[in-house]
C-alpha cells in the first residue's frame, strides 16, 4: 500500500479535507519540484544510475510517475523516496545541479513516508 492511501485510509485526527490534508503536508509544492525535476532531467543524456541505464529512462519513469500521482492512478510515493534519496538515481544523473531541488523533494516525501509508517 502507499504512503498516500495508508494515510487517507486511517482516521485522520485533525479531521481535515483531503485538499486541507494536502495542504498541510506539502502535496501541492512536491508535485511542483516533481514537474520542476522533471524539466531539469529532460536536459540531460546518457549516464547510469541502478535501475536506470540513462536520464532519458530515468525521465520517461519520473513522467510516469508524476502522471500517476498528479491524476489519481497511484498514491505510492516510495519511487519518489528511492529516486531523491541522497546519492541515489537523481544526485547520479543530475549532480550539483539539482541537489538542492532534490533534497526538497526527498524531505517532503520522507515526511509523508514517515507519517504513514
Known amino acids: 500500500m502507499g504512503f498516500l492511501s495508508k494515510i487517507f485510509k486511517s482516521n485522520r485526527p485533525d479531521n481535515l479535507s483531503k485538499i486541507d490534508y494536502w495542504k498541510k503536508w506539502e502535496f501541492f509544492e512536491l508535485l511542483e519540484d516533481l514537474h520542476a525535476a522533471e524539466k531539469i ?8 544510475s541502478g535501475e536506470f541505464l540513462s536520464a532519458e529512462e530515468f525521465h520517461e519513469a519520473l513522467i510516469g510517475a508524476i502522471d500517476d500521482i ?3 492512478n497511484q498514491t505510492d510515493l516510495n519511487r519518489f523516496w528511492l529516486w531523491f534519496a541522497p546519492t541515489c538515481a537523481w544526485d547520479d544523473f543530475v549532480g550539483e545541479e539539482g541537489i538542492e531541488l532534490g533534497n526538497r523533494i ?4 520522507n515526511k509523508w513516508k514517515k507519517a504513514s509508517s
Open 41 to 48: 532531467l529532460s536536459e540531460y543524456k546518457g549516464g547510469y
Open 70 to 72: 498528479e491524476f489519481g
Open 106 to 109: 526527498f524531505e517532503r516525501v
